[in-house]
């Protein structure tokens, strides 16, 4: 990337990989905003809507984030070996990947400091950073484990279910469920989550993630 942005009306020899062939191509990169791009790019464009068309755009990207978010958190314990081999191996951080606070920082400080946005895309970019992060977060600590926020609304529901099922049966309320009975599951998930915490921490600090902006 560095030597195309550098190399505007300048011919470069490419080579590409087809069919396990390797091809040496000719081309010559066009100058866009004084940096030399090749290849197909996409056009950023403000638009100005309505305040009905924008509350439906916006419920529809807050839906699209939360559904990306529950895939995610589905396809996380799977991607925890990759990370592993990005720490403490020689393999390149996946942009789509996992990434911990630090590295949440760290794109966000590079969407506010990319040259090629202007200030409202910058901004904009920095916003949907943060959503992101928020829906995220929100959905996760819904997750019916203790000590996160859903494990607590899970032994509420038991509690109210455990009440109403005694009372359609004429029996007095049972006592209330007792939390401490599920401590073991607390210290097996506040530790799952504090050596992950840990992991990404370390990958974000040396091998941090690079956006292309």
């Known amino acids: 990337m560095k030597i195309i942005r550098e190399s505007a009306n ?23 905003d004084g940096h030399g791009v090749l290849g197909v790019m996409t056009e950023i464009q ?4 309505n305040p009905i068309v924008a509350i439906k755009d916006a419920t529809t990207s807050t839906w699209k984030m939360g559904t990306q978010s529950v895939s995610a958190l ?5 991607k925890i070996p990759a990370l592993w081999g990005q720490t403490f191996g020689n393999q390149p951080r996946d942009v789509n990947g ?9 794109v966000s400080g590079q969407a506010m ?3 090629d946005l202007s200030v409202s895309e910058r901004i904009g970019t920095f916003i949907l950073i ?3 992060l928020n829906v995220f977060i929100g959905i996760f600590n819904a997750l ?3 000590p ?5 609304v899970a032994v509420a529901l038991i509690d109210k279910w455990r009440a109403v099922s005694a009372r359609r049966r004429g029996l007095p309320r049972p006592s209330a469920f007792d939390v401490a009975r599920l401590m073991p599951v607390t210290l097996v998930v506040l530790g799952i989550l504090v050596s992950l915490s840990l992991l990404l921490l370390m990958a974000d600090i040396v091998n941090p993630v690079r956006l292309n902006l």
């Open 10 to 32: 300048k011919p470069l020899q490419i080579t590409v990989e087809r069919d396990h062939k390797l091809i040496a191509l000719n081309a010559i990169p066009a100058t866009v």
């Open 46 to 49: 403000s638009k100005r809507e």
């Open 74 to 78: 589905i396809a996380m314990p799977s």
């Open 98 to 106: 996992l990434v911990g606070v630090v590295g949440v920082a760290r």
């Open 113 to 115: 400091a990319a040259r």
């Open 130 to 132: 943060l959503a992101g």
């Open 144 to 146: 019916p484990l203790p």
């Open 148 to 152: 996160l926020d859903g494990g607590h």
